[in-house]
């Protein structure tokens, strides 16, 4: 992943709304800074001009569509997972679970690493956990263990 991706764009209230009609609301966009590794939230006015930037530190963004496809495949084409989550039977749970951990080598600032989950019986038995950074653009753990629990292995075997 390269450059600025968007994870959100809302019309909200400007921070100087009590000075601005009614009607009149800002655009406010939340995104992922991979250059800089970090989270960009950008206030438009209405009229589509820049009036504020922040970096919230520790902010976490729903993946887009390119990250989620990303983050996916690279649990797929990593020789360390590839043989269990490229099964018929297998689906993968990824997007929502982001991960930021201090002190972690791999998953502290800067980084944006998501959890992938493999699951068979519908979703219902996960038999891997992993967690790629999508800034280094690899497999950080290929199989994370976040309860101190192993996955149960239903139906697969690895």
Request: aromatic fraction near 6%; charged fraction near 30%; proline fraction near 7%.
């Amino acid at each position: 992943m390269r450059g600025y991706v968007e994870s959100s764009r809302v019309t909200d209230f400007c921070p100087d709304q009590s000075e601005r009609r009614d009607d009149e609301r800002c655009v406010v966009t939340r995104g992922w800074d991979y250059a800089r590794g970090q989270n960009i939230v950008r206030t438009f006015d209405p009229n589509g001009n820049l009036i504020a930037t922040q970096y919230p530190p520790g902010a976490d963004l729903s993946l887009t569509e390119p990250e989620r496809q990303r983050a996916a495949a690279l649990v797929k084409l990593d020789p360390r997972t590839r043989d269990i989550v490229n099964k018929p039977d297998v689906m993968l749970w990824h997007g929502g679970f982001a991960m930021r951990e201090p002190g972690d080598p791999f998953c502290d600032r800067g980084s944006r690493c998501i959890r992938v989950i493999a699951a068979v019986n519908n979703g219902d038995d996960v038999i891997l956990h992993s967690v790629v950074d999508l800034m280094s653009d690899r497999v950080v753990y290929p199989d994370y263990v976040p309860s101190g629990r192993k996955a149960a292995h239903s139906s697969l075997e690895h």
